[in-house]
């Protein structure tokens, strides 16, 4: 823990919630955690953590180390503008708000044809929430080593990290796990109905659909060999398995997903044009 460090979450939101509860008392002590967030109904609760809070920005931000803007992404620019005068180039700035690019709030961020460079930009997932999540990152080639460093170390707080090249990257790791949750609760769901439509009851479907997707991905992880070779090791020619995984065949299951990866990078890259006008 670095009593030094101090940081400052502008947005106080979920996600603003799961990283503070990885960083308290693990990378700065929660005294040091300072919030800005117009939503006065999840004041206390910030207070509980041990963390300052405040309706507006004010003198606490200038020393701040770190900002981490956790705001819509429709309401960024107007963060940007409400708090900018307390930036210096002391400070950190990682944003976590999707379809925002690096180089949009670089600008904001910045003076007229000298934009902001100690930046990174992140994708974190929802399972953060439970100090599960993976978070893709990218920063901006004048962030220095130190910068892409300490981006790291706090983002690690709820999970693992993966860092990309750039925008293009993250629109990626977007469709891949930060939308990708979405994509495991509706198979889990698909799942369940049909446990259900079978006959069990929704309870047994439950308990059952979520070991089984959680100890799949255990092994799948603690493997050494890829998801092909552990499908097929449980795909007896001509069993269940096979009869169940030739109808997905049949459905196009694989390019499915791809498609709809597809179309969740495509509107990333279309909400990056919209917010960055």
């Not at 708000?97 to 100690?118: C, I, M, V, Y």
């Not at 893709?136 to 706090?154: F, H, I, K, Y």
Request: charged letters at 20%; aromatic letters at 6%.
């Amino acid at each position: 823990m670095d009593k030094s460090l101090s940081i400052a979450f502008i947005g106080g939101g979920n996600m603003a919630a799961a990283l503070a509860s990885g960083l308290a008392d693990r990378a700065c002590p929660a005294g040091n955690l300072h919030v800005v967030d117009i939503n006065a109904s999840g004041h206390d609760a910030w207070r509980a953590r041990g963390a300052t809070v405040a309706a507006a920005p004010d003198d606490t931000l200038a020393r701040c180390k770190v900002w981490i803007y956790a705001v819509k992404p429709q309401n960024m620019r107007q963060a940007v503008a409400d708090t900018r005068p307390w930036l210096n180039g002391e400070t950190l700035v990682i944003s976590v708000a999707a379809g925002l690019r690096a180089d949009t709030l670089a600008g904001w961020l910045g003076e007229p044809g000298q934009p902001w460079q100690r930046l990174v930009r992140c994708m974190p997932n929802t399972p953060a929430l439970v100090g599960a999540g993976i978070t893709g990152l990218a920063a901006l080639p004048g962030a220095s080593q130190a910068d892409r460093d300490l981006a790291a170390a706090l983002l690690q707080s709820v999970g693992e990290v993966v860092w990309v090249d750039d925008d293009a990257g993250l629109d990626a790791v977007t469709a891949l796990s930060g939308s990708g949750p979405a994509y495991v609760f509706l198979f889990l769901e698909a799942l369940m109905a049909g446990g259900r439509a079978v006959g069990l009851t929704e309870e047994q479907s439950r308990q059952l659909a979520l070991a089984t997707f959680s100890g799949a991905t255990r092994l799948a992880a603690q493997s050494d060999e890829p998801p092909s070779v552990l499908r097929e090791r449980v795909t007896s020619k001509g069993g269940t398995t096979a009869a169940a995984l030739g109808e997905f065949e049949q459905g196009g299951f694989a390019p499915l997903v791809e498609r709809a990866m597809q179309a969740a990078a495509r509107r990333s890259r279309e909400l990056a044009a919209e917010f960055g006008k």
